[in-house]
């Protein structure tokens, strides 16, 4: 039998770490309290743990692609020495506004759009049914309800205050005021 995993996906910016409007410096990444906490107790409840984040920064021409990926493995290498381990991340870098011919594209994998999250349902073979997104915004977490997850409006950074008048049917399963509240959602609804 083909035993299915379970993940969670998190937003970055407002949701693992600290917010930063076009973060491209390793000195401006700041995991956000209990963050670590969190993972380390999802990794012992058998969750994966896959960031799923938007990148206009790239878009923008502000960063590049290696750029991010050398402040993803920092990130990933930070929570790693404090025991929290990060499956994956997955990132999109374009945005529809862009002037680039390479990034200024409606793409899919954008949120809300589900593509990154449906790319690693199938990469990590993960059960829908079994998983959650949680984000600090409506795109968070209709991406998660358009790839048929479990989602959490999580209130540590400002996109939960922005509430995305496009989306108004959006509800999300649950609105946690942090990461370790998510966790006690996530552990009670998995028991």
């Known amino acids: 039998m083909n035993q299915?995993?379970?993940a969670v996906f998190l937003d970055r910016d407002g949701t693992l770490i600290h917010h930063v409007d076009f973060l491209t410096r390793a000195n401006e990444m700041r995991l956000l309290r209990g963050a670590t906490e969190a993972i380390r107790k999802l990794n012992r409840l058998g969750f994966l743990i896959i960031i799923i984040t938007n990148q206009p920064v790239i878009s923008r021409g502000l960063i590049t692609e290696g750029k991010v990926r050398q402040l993803h493995a920092l990130l990933i290498?930070?929570?790693?020495?404090?025991?929290a381990r990060i499956d994956d991340i997955f990132f999109c870098p374009h945005h529809p506004d862009a002037k680039s011919k390479v990034y200024g594209i409606k793409c899919i994998c954008r949120k809300p759009e589900p593509g990154m999250i449906l790319e690693a349902i199938k990469k990590f073979n993960i059960d829908p049914k079994k998983s959650f997104m949680a984000g600090d915004s409506i795109i968070d977490c209709l991406a998660g309800e358009r790839a048929a997850v479990r989602t959490i409006l999580v209130k540590t950074g400002p996109g939960h205050r922005r509430l995305d008048a496009r989306y108004p049917d959006v509800k999300p399963n649950y609105i946690a005021r942090n990461l370790a509240e998510t966790i006690r959602y996530i552990e009670k609804d998995a028991a």
Do not use: T
């Open 77 to 83: 290498s930070r929570l790693a020495k404090k025991g």
């Open 4 to 6: 299915k995993n379970k």
